[in-house]
């Protein structure tokens, strides 16, 4: 599991974006499972995610509408599969309206930019 901590914020809201391989929904459970064992992220306000799974795309808004369908999109985009992305947000007190959708794609991105192996492991799934 890779984290990326305090990489956005945002009219008081904060965001963290993390990520790792999957391989099924199982993994899913369990990776979320792992990351909201640390307190900081149990508390957070949404921890949005998604993976391309091989039997076809999964997501969570965890209260976040459509942000889940934002990860999907870009990971489909990528070509990255079996991996899931998780963006966690703390909400700050003031609504972003569709600016939170912009933060979502900045986390992702942050991620896919950031990530360490991922782009040998998108070519290792996909063989």
Same mark, same amino acid.
């Given at each position: 599991m890779q984290k990326f901590t305090g990489i956005i914020t945002d009219r008081g809201s904060k965001y963290a974006v993390s990520g790792g391989p999957v391989q099924s929904r199982d993994d899913v459970k369990a990776f979320l499972a792992t990351l909201t064992r640390n307190k900081k992220f149990a508390k957070a306000t949404h921890n949005t995610w998604a993976a391309i799974l091989p039997d076809g795309? +999964? *997501?969570?808004?965890? #209260?976040? +509408? #459509? +942000?889940?369908?934002?990860?999907?999109?870009? =990971?489909?985009?990528?070509?990255?599969?079996?991996?899931?992305?998780?963006?966690?947000?703390?909400?700050? #007190?003031? *609504? =972003? #309206?569709?600016?939170?959708?912009?933060r979502v794609q900045d986390s992702v991105t942050h991620y896919l930019t950031n990530a360490k192996g991922l782009k040998q492991e998108a070519r290792d799934v996909k063989t």
């Open positions: 795309p +999964a *997501k969570g808004d965890d #209260g976040e +509408a #459509g +942000a889940g369908m934002v990860i999907v999109r870009m =990971l489909e985009r990528e070509g990255l599969h079996g991996h899931i992305i998780v963006v966690t947000r703390w909400f700050g #007190g003031v *609504k =972003l #309206g569709g600016d939170r959708f912009r």
